[in-house]
């Protein structure tokens, strides 16, 4: 559906044509008219679907030139704070429509003289809009239409309890719109306490998966991890990787173990200032450093170009998340490869992100200590053929002349190659801290248990770069086998909430699911 045909007017339709928008995307064509018609709508849409748009083309349709805060978007982050502010500014510029963004890490006083000279639409995170709350700083009173955009990440962070005290600074009498990638009970309880007859805009599982997307899995203890990990980087040597770990701690961990076994790495997470984050970000852009390790809330709103590896060093909970971060490779007709780490005790994970996905990942076998090296030593060879080029030997002519007595050439050249590899970081001592194992699973309905479907051992294909052979240098080297199966002995709580209070109200208004199957 063209945006020409969702009631948009000729100054919204100015800034699409800009932006070089023709087509709307799914979650657009379904939210856009529902959001225009004054409807509390939950959309479910993976990052990169076109989310800002879907809400901020409604909101900049009905904001009025009165400079008073008619809407508010709540983010996760201030990088994904910072990204819609951006995009709102620009879809609302032939309507003069100012955007202020307010963040954490960021100068508070800046912030307060932006809305003191009045603006239509504040995007923040909950942290800082709480504070400016607390100031009274920031007139809600006015607000119109409220967002929470990425809601699951935002209870996963602990954040409940600031986004309802947000929820009861604007206006009882509003419009909420909540956009989440994930729907765990949390989300359900929001909508059905806090929103009005809320429409559930949902997108079909096949649009959210990508079949550039070359996906591997590798079965391993939680303690070789890290040690697999860095082989499967030495032998693939990806171009451009994102890392996901589960926690911040993981990822600074991680980080440091790279960078001590020889890998360009840096990592990113909420904790960090926005300065940091900021040459974090424009370091891996850049190509200065090729490994970035995140969260995933650090990584929502995340666009970079040419990413060719994901690797899931932990295992996400919620099975949206796995097709969210593999959505960071295979972008614009180019194939990207992931590796999911998988313990024994999160087998019954995998299944789900499999059925998900409707696609089967392959058994990736790890790679041996001796593999690493080889591959450590062979990339080391345009290395020494850099310093090769630009050596002056008539400046070290007597000790060459006294090496060359004490060895032969042939191992002269293999020590060379030694150094330039550093083989010695590769191995370098690192253990992580162990993370809390994810609750077990329960899988079937009326006590049948794991399904039919088939299991699998930790053999399978090698992966190495893609190359211009069309099988990117994978190799198979095994079969498939029986998967250990592992049960749940309780359900789970959504994620996120961790108050857990609060009940139904009596005499609310039905919540009404409406799925896109399109």
């Known amino acids: 559906m063209k945006f020409s045909e969702l009631g ?71 990088e994904l704070a910072n990204q819609t502010q951006e995009e709102l500014f620009k879809l609302g510029r032939d309507k003069r429509v100012r955007v202020q963004a307010v963040f954490g890490g960021a100068d508070i006083r800046r912030q307060i003289d932006g809305l003191k000279r009045g603006v239509d639409i504040v995007v923040g995170t909950p942290g800082r809009l709480i504070d400016h709350i607390r100031r009274g700083t920031i007139d809600l009173s006015h607000v119109k239409t409220l967002v929470l955009d990425e809601a699951d990440e935002m209870l996963n962070m602990g954040f409940l309890e600031d986004i309802e005290a947000i929820l009861k600074a604007v206006p009882s009498e509003r419009q909420t719109l909540l956009f989440s990638a994930t729907m765990p009970p949390a989300i359900k309880r929001i909508g059905v306490q806090f929103m009005t ?74 904790d960090l200032t926005q300065q940091k984050r900021t040459q974090v970000l424009k370091a891996f852009k850049h190509g200065e450093i090729n490994i970035l390790v995140a969260t995933d809330v650090a990584a929502r709103g995340l666009d970079v170009s040419g990413v060719t590896h994901v690797y899931n060093f932990d295992i996400p909970q919620e ?56 591959a450590r030593m062979k990339t080391a060879v345009s290395s020494v053929d850099n310093v090769v080029a630009s050596v002056d030997t008539n400046l070290v002519g007597d000790e060459i002349d006294t090496l060359l007595e004490k060895y032969e050439a042939r191992t002269l050249a293999a020590a060379l190659l030694a150094s330039a590899a550093n083989l010695s970081q590769l191995e370098s001592d690192f253990t992580l801290t162990r993370e809390r194992p994810l609750p077990n699973k329960k899988y079937g309905r009326g006590g049948s248990r794991g399904g039919s479907h088939g299991s699998r051992n930790g053999g399978g294909y090698r992966g190495g770069r893609r190359e211009g052979n069309g099988n990117g240098g994978y190799r198979r080297s095994g079969h498939d086998s029986e998967r250990r199966k592992s049960y749940d002995r309780g359900s789970r709580t959504g994620s996120g ?19 896109n199957q399109d």
């Open 8 to 78: 948009l007017t000729k100054d919204l339709l100015t800034a699409i044509e800009k932006h070089g928008y023709v087509e709307a995307t799914p979650i657009q064509e379904e939210t856009i008219p529902l959001t225009l018609a004054g409807r509390d709508v939950i959309g479910q849409a993976q990052t990169g679907t076109g989310k800002t748009a879907a809400f901020g083309l409604p909101i900049l349709e009905m904001i009025n030139d009165s400079r008073q805060v008619q809407a508010l978007v709540v983010s996760p982050t201030r």
């Open 197 to 270: 007859n809320p429409e559930h805009v949902q997108i079909a599982a096949k649009e959210l998966t990508t079949d550039l997307v070359d996906q591997y899995y590798v079965r391993v203890r939680e303690q070789e991890k890290f040690d697999t990990f860095t082989r499967i980087l030495a032998v693939q040597e990806p171009e451009l990787a994102i890392v996901f770990g589960r926690t911040k701690r993981r990822v600074d961990e991680l980080t440091r173990g790279l960078e001590l076994r020889g890998f360009d790495a840096a990592g990113i997470h909420g």
């Open 319 to 374: 099975s949206e998340s796995y097709v969210h971060r593999i959505g960071r490779t295979g972008r614009a007709g180019s194939h990207g490869t992931s590796v999911t780490f998988v313990a024994n005790s999160e087998l019954d994970y995998l299944k789900e992100i499999e059925k998900l996905t409707k696609k089967r990942m392959l058994a990736l076998k790890p790679y041996t200590r001796e593999e690493a090296m080889a």
């Open 497 to 515: 909430d961790r108050s857990q209070r609060g009940s139904r109200p009596s005499g609310r208004r039905k919540f009404v699911i409406r799925e």
